[in-house]
């Protein structure tokens, strides 16, 4: 296997190496995870809102307080960046578009083939491959989407001393599934974790240059939103595991939903990941592994090696069709085991991907995959769209979606 390339072994002691004392270099940076915990722990207790959140109309409004705290906890909501008629009349066109086209015997005929999720303790979620849509096209590629992209991209350093990672004020389109689950549903919940790269974190070599003040003693100078070297890391070969870089994964909601509906679950600490990365050098933990992380799995966050983050891991407010909600590719995530409310609760994907080559080199890729029907190269091959009615074709795009699609005419 792929795996059998890293001597785990190894590679841990070369990055305990970078620092003086690498468990006193643990003990820190617990310590400013406890104090995190115990903040996030006090306001859940007096109900006052954790996750920063503005409207759409505001989001350029120069508020240093917010953006710091967006920094900090490393995610956002950005409400009614869409009206209440177009969700309305999207969400109409999605589930028209499902059942028209016989998703789920589709979907009987060729489970198995995504892997992605199979290790988290969850079930297999009601996550649908369907990528070419009107509802995820119309939403992917309109002007407010754009506008708050921009804005989030603005959240990062993006230009350092050596060349620029990306352009903020462009944007490429990353095709991601959307959800939706029934009432009553308990197939879905995701555990914790995080995306784009899971072994990878510790064994790349950019990733290691990104987190090099983590290792070496220096977590406080350490910035989650300097975007040097985020455009250079490379991830192992696997079905869902993303080939972009993405500023921000998010979802725009398509119904209402809140707690209990079966909907995200964030720890909102942006520098979480410093936890992950060194308490994986730790004795306790077999020479041979990273907390259970493993290649071409989502990076696992489990009760075993993260029990202290785990009690920041909080549901997002509630949602209103066409409110939209942002986390940074560092910060865990999970889905609610259960969906106890009363109606369907739907999402459209869709991240922030900025312009650099690594995103435009994967866009290309993808362009191709569009023209087909087929799935994006970052999921598995199910294909299913191919033939299906109502798919957005070629001709129907606007001129900013071909842009974003980077299909050249």
């Known amino acids: ?15 305990k190496d970078y620092s003086k004392d690498y468990k006193e270099n643990f003990n820190q940076i617990e310590k400013y995870i406890k104090s995190e915990i115990d903040e996030i722990s006090k306001l859940k207790a007096s109900k006052k809102s954790i996750i920063p959140e503005i409207s759409f109309n505001q989001i350029n409004q120069r508020n240093t307080k917010f953006v710091e705290s967006i920094k900090k906890r490393g995610c956002v909501i950005v409400r009614d960046v869409f009206e209440n008629l177009t969700i309305e009349r999207l969400n109409n066109d999605l589930e028209k578009y499902i059942e028209e086209n016989n998703y789920y015997d589709d979907q009987k005929k060729k489970s198995g ?10 079930s297999k979620p009601q996550i649908m491959g369907l990528y070419w849509s009107k509802a995820q ?22 230009k350092n001393d050596e060349y620029e990672v990306f352009d903020p004020s462009k944007e490429l389109s990353y095709a991601d599934r959307v959800r939706r689950r029934e009432p009553g549903d308990n197939t879905l919940g995701l555990s914790p974790h995080c995306d784009a790269g899971s072994v990878e974190r510790w064994s790349d070599d950019y990733y290691q240059k990104i987190y ?64 992950i990365l060194t308490r994986a050098l730790l004795d306790d933990v077999p020479k041979d592994e990273l907390c259970g992380s493993k290649l071409g799995k989502a990076l696992s966050v489990n009760k075993e ?18 409110d939209t909600v942002w986390w940074h590719p560092d910060v865990v995530h999970a889905v609610e085991d259960k969906h106890l409310g009363k109606n369907y609760s739907n999402v459209v994907y869709v991240g922030s991907t900025p312009y650099c080559k690594k995103n435009l080199d994967y866009v290309r ?15 598995a091959a199910e294909d299913f769209e191919t033939n299906y009615k109502g798919r957005i074709k070629i001709e129907n795009l606007t001129p900013l979606a071909k842009k974003l699609l980077a299909i050249e005419n």
Do not use: C
């Not at 083939?113 to 969850?122: A, I, R, V």
């Not at 096209?137 to 603005?154: A, F, G, P, Q, T």
């Not at 998010?250 to 942006?270: K, M, V």
């Open 1 to 15: 296997s792929m795996f059998s390339e890293i001597d785990i072994e190894k590679l841990k002691s070369k990055l």
């Open 113 to 122: 083939l995504d892997k992605y999720f199979s290790d988290l303790k969850s």
């Open 137 to 158: 096209m119309e939403i992917r590629h309109s002007e407010n989407m754009l506008k708050v992209k921009k804005w989030l991209n603005n959240l990062w350093i993006y």
């Open 212 to 275: 090099k003040d983590i290792f070496s003693d220096n977590f406080l100078k350490f910035n989650p939103f300097d975007a040097k070297y985020r455009d250079k890391t490379s991830e192992f070969e696997s079905p869902a595991v993303a080939h972009v870089f993405r500023t921000f994964q998010g979802w725009t909601a398509l119904t209402e939903q809140g707690p209990n509906d079966g909907t995200l679950q964030l720890i909102p600490i942006a520098k979480a990941m410093a936890y």
């Open 305 to 322: 090696y993260h029990s202290l983050l785990l009690e920041g891991l909080i549901s997002i407010p509630n949602m209103k069709p066409g």
């Open 365 to 379: 890729k993808q362009a191709k995959k569009f023209l087909k029907g087929e799935s994006p190269p970052d999921f």
